[in-house]
């Protein structure tokens, strides 16, 4: 699946993963290849991507690399999956 991060300054990241897990307003939930379209609210927290992606050296020191891909810290944001193409605005 397809996923797309922006924040106000830039786009942090855009490329195909395995899964993305984020912190919704409600708790946090994990969303995989043809998952049901949904769109939420986020709070603060980590955006957790999955998969063999690479990053830019523009934006690679805001991200934190772990042993099941990366995290990315934001503050909130809001989050569109639909036809397996997810946006996240992130704060």
Do not use: C, Q, R
Not at 15 to 40: C, I, Q, T
Not at 52 to 66: A, P, R
């Amino acid at each position: 699946m397809y996923l797309e991060i922006v924040s106000p300054e830039a786009t942090l990241f855009s490329g195909e993963v395995d899964a993305v897990a984020v912190p919704g307003v409600n708790g946090e939930f994990e969303m995989l290849k043809d998952h049901a379209p949904v769109v939420s609210l986020l709070k603060e927290g980590n955006v957790k991507v999955s998969g063999s992606i690479t990053l830019d050296k523009e934006v690679e020191s805001k991200f934190t690399k772990s042993d099941k891909g990366f995290w990315l810290p934001i503050n909130s944001g809001t989050i569109e999956m639909k036809d397996n193409k997810i946006i996240v605005l992130a704060d």
